[in-house]
């Protein structure tokens, strides 16, 4: 009714109360430490603890802080661009996640359409059924994946059993086998809006377009697919943006060669304990993921809005 | 849809849930091997869960991960549906754009970045690295998808459910206490349960954020991978998978019960 | 009118640019059926939204029973509603719902008891206190809305569309039932409607609002009879409306369908106005009129048969279209046709004249 339009209301003590401890609670433990990331970025490494300088101290006061404002510098960044192995991390990185999100939506899409042509009492289960991987460890998933995948695996086992080949595939420490991880991990991020996307779509309408003489194969290209495409790319940002910074994959599926900028970064911060670079890293990591991340909100939120 | 599932969908269907199921059914499979080795069958055996139980290190680090996982479950939870409250009630008030940004960022944020970025904070303000910093990163995380969960809910949920309360001479408080909450119950339980499950799961964070003397599970099962495959594994695996799925019938059978008299909500 | 219950003053409310209340100002006596009409949008359920607190007016104030309401909550004030949607708790069982009011007035258990189960007899619900509001049919839902809302004896029952989601035949037995009870309760009852019928068959008052305003207030007959405004006078039942301007002091010309008419008082010349006559005002024969009265002629171009009416759209030779209607009563008219060549025929007593 008349009541309810949108306007700018004006928050109560207790709704501000409400807002203000999640809301602060995300600044100071969210918003917040990526400042500490960029100002680390801009320091040099040392072999002391904290292994970064210049360490500002709020008791220097003022003219001390000044002085180590003049301390910090771009040799993290620097080295990024003098060392061909992050640009190649990066490529690499952003090649694997697009691919893996490519190949993902070639799987998800037919299982979600299924899903959506089988029977109403079935859909609960089988919506269980594909979110409850997402629920299991993910460094199990990828785990089962070496036992498979190995040399040695059962992958292997079986095809020579089989007499299907005679030499062992290597798969396991390949980029082959950072694919198949990523796109067997991140599935559930992809059934589930696809899913949902076609499910919202009156069936009329297919119905009308057969009706004015689309055959069922055109009604689902030319009506089904073109309004599901919002699910696609829902999933698509859902499972690319993470996957850009994958670290547990690679370093568990690939081999010494494959280069993925979660494992550059951790490297650097575990092994090299540089945590200048590896700020650094991240920095550009994040700038490099800003729009697929600006695309996502902004497609969450209109999500959200229509919803309410 | 009508339900019109022919044979081809039928075959997808089995394929792609074979895709999902078969490397976790195998992981379960094997954890029963009586061989050393992993790839040849040995027979039954539930040696290696007994192995397990002496293996005081991976005990420790279970223990370690089950109390941060329900704790900042629940920490997650309290935060998370007063978030969803602000997300589906407030409006358009001053900052909703960045509160929501900070709600839905989280949820796609890589893990090196997020983990990494908390690290230098929790050194930035000189905290002792170690189980409240994990609490802190996991209660980050976990409450942005309790957020989702709940907000889904609170967004479908009749508001004169709420104003009739108030009408009948309940305060805000008691209105939410009497009436909302009994009837997105169901949501808040599975927003629980999701938090609780990725902080159990969550590795990468863990690592940066934990201390010395703070191993977690994934941690002590990770550095083991590192060292190769083995039987022990698979049981410990077995036994997280096992867990939650519990967790998830017994919150089933919860919401089950808090919702009574069956689908109701929708309707009203 | 008894002595004034709730006392609305220059009431406004706004949301962002739209006014949805404007400058109200409302009198309810107690133990009166009072009803609030209009189109979506009107801002009727928004002043009822004010008067139950669940919204705060931006100007005017509202006291009820001789307190200000300004800043007493919705759980603080002698009012209570029932919802459209009925807004039944769905995880509790029919009892808990109407016991949930008393509850939160701190009585004890077997008070509670005792007042629903009296409660559920009113209503004829006794057997199904223990049913959740998803295991009933919309009637006993609206029941049970119902008993909610009167658990705590307020002063003023508010009720919001209290028939809309009722089927015809249900809505009508209801009506009649809420009336009843209303007459034993002595409670005032302010309902929401946006469906004249409803508002004319309940309320002993009627205010007829529209764009956030009161167009008219009061009895069913005088707002049908006597609308004050053409908005009124086409928002309850059919209205011919004509054109017209008065003419040397007395008289007033019409332009289509064509005839003059005295006024009743003295007007400026060259006043527009309005003139309105009801349908089942103007007679329809196929011969000449008697006379003394306005008489036109034309075509009909519509003939519509509605079991207990006719209806009929006619065209005057001048242009002007008319609607008539005519009680089924088996006589000569009822079956005129479309194309036949009809006179008809008012008196300027039915005339009602209305500024434009």
Redesign the interface.
Known sequence: MSAGKPHRRKLGTGQRVLLAVPFLWLLLFFAAPFLFVAKISLSQAVAQRPPYEPVFAWSEGWNVFVEKLGQLSLSAYGLLFEDDLYLASYLGSLKLAALATLIGLCVAYPVALAMTRAPRSWRPALIVLAIAPFWTSFLIRVYAWIVILKDEGLLNHLLLSLRLIDQPLQIYATDWAVLIGIVYSYMPFLILPIYNAIDRQEPQLVEAARDLGASGLSAFWRVTFPLSLPGVFAGALLMFIPAVGEFVVPDLLGGSDTLMIGRTLWNEFFANRDWPTASAVAVIMLLVLLVPLLLYERNEMRISETRR | MTGTLRKRDVAILLIGFAFLYVPIALVVIYSFNASKLVTVWGGWSTRWYGALLDNAQVLDAAWLSLKVAFLSGVFSTILGTMAAIVMSRYGRFRGRLVFSSLIYAPLVMPEVIMGLSLLLLFVALDMDRGFWTLLIAHTTFGLCFVTIVVNAKLAGFDRSLEEAARDLGASPIGAFFQVTLPIIAPSVIAGFLLAFTISLDDFVIASFTTGPGATTLPMRIYSQVRLGVTPEINAISTLMIGTVLALVLFGFALSRAFRGGGGAVGRA | MQQSLVRIDGVSKH??D?T?VDNVSLDIGAGEFFALLGP???????LM?LV????TPDSGSIVIDGIDMAGV????RP???M?????????MSVAANIG??LK??GMGKADIAARVADLLKLVQLEKLGQR????LSGGQRQRVALA??I??RPKLLLLDEPLAALDRKLREETQFELMQLQRDLKIAFMVVTHDQDEAMAMAQRIAVMRAGQIEQLGGAREIYETPATTFVAQFIGEINLFAATVERGQVMRCAAPAFTCRLPEPMAEGTAVSLAVRPERIRLTRGEPQGGEIALSGQVMDSVYLGDVKVWRVRTDDGGLLRVSAVNSGNGTDDIQRGERVHLAFAESDIRILPR
């Open positions: 949301f962002g739209t949805a979506s949008g009107c801002g009727k359920t928004t939204r139950a607190g669940f919204e909550p919705p759980n603080r009012v209570n509603m919802f459209q949607s009925y807004a039944l708790f769905p995880h949930f009011g939160q007035a959740k509001p998803d295991q909610r809302a658990a705590r």
